[in-house]
């Protein structure tokens, strides 16, 4: 897979490397890791403004896992006015089952 931004392997940024491919601990990882990038294509945000607020989450939480601090990351740079939380709740209020169609 190629990725259309470009990821650093020796930054503070640098996200976790097994053998020279990344490394998901669980499920959930991979798809923040999926979002952000998917997210960042589509133009939704800038991934430079989204890597300073990854370098800075992990700065301020060294001990905290890396892709908690991405999540976190992708969050700050999605928060425009509530709207993430917002959708998330209306997400999540959703029936189990549901038809993946979204009405506003």
């Known amino acids: 897979m ?10 503070p ?4 490397r097994s ?6 601990a669980e499920p959930w990882e991979g798809r923040a890791f999926g979002l952000a990038v998917a997210a960042s ?3 939704v945000f800038a991934w430079e403004d989204f890597r300073r607020a990854l370098i ?3 700065a301020a939480r060294p001990e905290a896992r890396y892709y908690l601090c991405w999540f976190e990351a992708l969050e700050q740079v999605l928060a425009v006015e509530g709207q993430v939380r917002e959708r ?4 999540a ?3 189990a089952g549901h038809d993946h169609t979204m009405e506003r």
Do not use: H, K, Q
């Not at 053998?19 to 998901?24: A, M, R, S, T």
């Not at 998330?88 to 997400?91: D, F």
């Open 19 to 24: 053998n020279g491919e990344l490394v998901f």
């Open 88 to 91: 998330a709740a209306l997400l």
């Open 56 to 58: 800075a989450r992990i």
């Open 93 to 95: 209020g959703r029936p």
């Open 13 to 16: 940024a640098a996200p976790p």
């Open 41 to 43: 294509e589509a133009g």
């Open 2 to 11: 190629t990725l259309p931004v470009r990821l650093d392997v020796d930054s």
